[in-house]
């Protein structure tokens, strides 16, 4: 199949190369049956742990497929659908990374070969809130030290975070800036998503029960704790700012837990992206009014107010009392009481 798809390329170039126009050779190609465009392929979604399925642009069958080293496939459908799935020989559910390689073709023959990350299916998502956030970087004057942004998890019950996405809407809401691996959890434990990656940092993610692994040469090591798991956005980038919706979901984009917040009217105003990311949260019930009152789609008034905050004094949930999906689960902790990887500080900035 790949030897005719490159045949029909050579074709279509040789054609363009020899007549007037490449409307013509492509006119030439629709009358010799050969299709000139080729399938888009879409998206993916994990559909059981034995099922996975993929979409295109037009209806397709799956010439070919090979995933991982180990894992058996059933036999290919031989029906043209715009959804096709492959079947595995058995459960390969827990949130597991694989590699899909696929050839797929077309009614018209068009062929279209493609390498898709997969996340397989994921039945215990761990019931957990985010906890704490650091937006701010800073550098020491006097050594190489950074204070670097980082979202803390608190997890509420045991389970699995693989496939378990993380949103920033400063970053777009279409793709999450994140996709957890595999990593088993217990109920009561802290996680520390450290948001970027410093040169030099050992920056290991900790997925076993081996919690001191990272080890931190460049950033501060206050950041990292032997007793909290530490997990690494593998870039130097910042993905987060004082005005911002961030949420975490699991495979069906359904919201787990999430944080508005915002420096100052104009900043909320600015970005349309803040407003569709705070309406997809009201309609899951995941943020509420500053009363606690359901709406259409939270404002300004329904955000956490992160002007004060730098990168010794972060956003931290109110570890006290039970979660409202409101701004008053939320405090700036005062100057020097950032805790990540351990229990928020009840010492609360009091400035101006």
């Not at 390329?9 to 013509?24: G, H, K, N, V, Y």
């Not at 492509?26 to 879409?42: D, R, S, Y």
């Not at 009614?107 to 998502?125: E, F, M, Q, W």
């Not at 803390?152 to 045991?158: D, P």
Request: negative net charge.
């Amino acid at each position: 199949m790949k030897k005719e798809f490159s045949t029909l390329f050579f074709l279509t170039a040789l054609l363009c190369a020899i007549l007037p126009s490449c409307d013509e050779a492509m006119a030439i190609n629709k009358v010799l049956g050969m299709g000139v465009q080729a399938p888009v392929f879409i998206s993916y979604k994990a559909i059981s742990g034995i099922e996975v399925q993929f979409q295109f642009s037009v209806p397709v069958r799956v010439i070919e497929a090979y995933v991982d080293v180990g894992l058996e496939l059933e036999e290919f459908s031989s029906e043209y659908e715009s959804t096709v799935a492959l079947l595995f020989k058995e459960d390969i559910s827990g949130g597991k990374s694989i590699i899909a390689d696929l050839l797929v073709e077309d009614v018209d023959g068009n062929s279209l070969n493609l390498l898709v990350p997969v996340k397989t299916r994921n039945y215990r998502i761990p019931n957990l809130r985010l906890n704490e956030v650091r937006l701010d970087q800073s550098r020491s004057s006097s050594t190489k030290k950074y204070s670097i942004e980082f979202i803390e998890l608190y997890t509420e019950a045991a389970g699995n975070l693989g496939a378990m996405r993380l949103f920033v809407a400063s970053m777009g809401i279409d793709e999450p800036v994140y996709e957890f691996p595999q990593a088993e959890v217990k109920a009561g434990e802290y996680i520390t998503l450290h948001m970027r990656t410093k040169e030099g940092d050992t920056a290991v993610d900790e997925l076993g029960n081996e919690l001191g692994l990272s080890v931190v040469t460049e950033s501060n090591e206050k950041d990292v704790s032997a007793t909290a798991r530490d997990l690494w956005v593998a870039v130097d980038t910042k993905y987060l700012h004082s005005t911002d919706v961030i949420y975490l979901t699991d495979q069906d984009d359904l919201i787990i837990d999430a944080l508005v917040l915002a420096e100052t009217p104009d900043a909320w105003a600015k970005n349309n992206t803040f407003s569709r990311a705070a309406e997809l949260l009201a309609r899951q019930g995941a943020w509420l009014a500053n009363d606690g009152e359901a709406v259409k789609s939270p404002g300004y008034a329904d955000t956490v107010d992160s002007a004060k905050t730098t990168a010794t004094r972060t956003l931290c949930r109110d570890e006290t009392k039970a979660d409202t999906n409101t701004l008053s689960d939320w405090y700036i902790c005062a100057t020097s009481n950032a805790t990540p990887g351990g229990k928020n500080s009840t010492n609360r900035y009091e400035g101006k």
